[in-house]
């Protein structure tokens, strides 16, 4: 079985040695750059093809915001999955996550960090990223809320509108199943905190909202004027149990 390939970059030539380290030790191949410039080099070869980037915020020739914008933005030209993104950022500031999330990173995790959460982080992405991949196997079968033009396969956890992948993250797509699986019912907020106890949501950030936004991107033929995720002010959000 083919090992995954990560990219790193980060300026920090200890913690790309020390992560590369770990995440070799745990059946990964993983390659280091330490500026924008050598990042889009890389990212630029044909081959080998990469499965997953590990973008350091705060760069010493830019910004990887920048970086995770271009990659987004390339992706949604060619209407393909595009390369799973991971954010890494010393800040630990909520509105840099949030950031991170706008401009398309698929994850986020401020330093110092654990390398087993990395880890975890970086297989967890793998999983959504490999379920979603071109020729997937369609849903089927008990595990799938079929609303006519999108079905969730909760098995696979994968989304599809129209036969194709939608592309989401493991928590927006655990955010979208727990709308899904309760269509027509109000949840608020802190039902949805509570639900997703992996994510660190923060009841005063806006993390949640850039997630619902995502998925509305992914799902809705108008992102602008949602009909089947929806906003019930003040309340929380509702899956539409009439689909369009």
């Known amino acids: 079985m083919t090992k995954p390939l990560v990219l790193l970059i980060d300026d920090d030539t200890r913690l790309t040695r020390m992560v590369g380290d770990y ?21 630029s070869a044909a081959s080998p093809a990469l499965d997953l980037l590990v973008l350091d915020q705060m760069l010493p020739d830019g910004s990887g915001l920048d970086l995770a914008r271009e990659l987004e933005a ?27 999330l706008e401009v398309g990173a698929d994850d986020y995790l401020a330093k110092p960090f654990e390398p087993r959460e990395l880890l975890a982080r970086i297989r967890a992405l793998l999983r959504r990223s490999h379920s979603a991949a071109p020729g997937s196997a369609p849903p089927s079968g008990a595990d799938v809320l079929d609303f006519g033009r999108l079905q969730i396969d909760l098995a696979a956890r994968q989304a599809l509108l129209d036969g194709q992948a939608c592309r989401l993250t493991a928590y927006q797509f655990d955010l979208l199943a727990l709308l899904a699986g ?23 950030d806006r993390s949640i909202d850039v ?20 906003t019930v002010r003040g309340s929380g959000y509702l899956f539409a149990r009439r689909q369009p």
Do not use: C, W, Y
């Open 211 to 230: 997630h619902i936004s995502r998925i509305r991107n992914a799902i809705e033929d108008d992102a602008k004027n949602p009909r089947r995720l929806l």
């Open 23 to 43: 995440l070799r030790q745990n059946g990964m191949e993983v390659e280091a750059a330490h500026s924008l410039a050598e990042g889009r080099a890389r990212l």
């Open 74 to 100: 390339s992706a949604n030209a060619s209407a393909g999955q595009g390369l799973p993104v991971l954010m890494l950022s010393a800040k630990g500031d909520p509105m840099d996550r949030v950031l991170g």
């Open 182 to 204: 309760s269509p027509g019912r109000v949840l608020s907020r802190d039902h949805i905190m509570d639900s997703l106890k992996g994510e660190t949501f923060d009841a005063f």
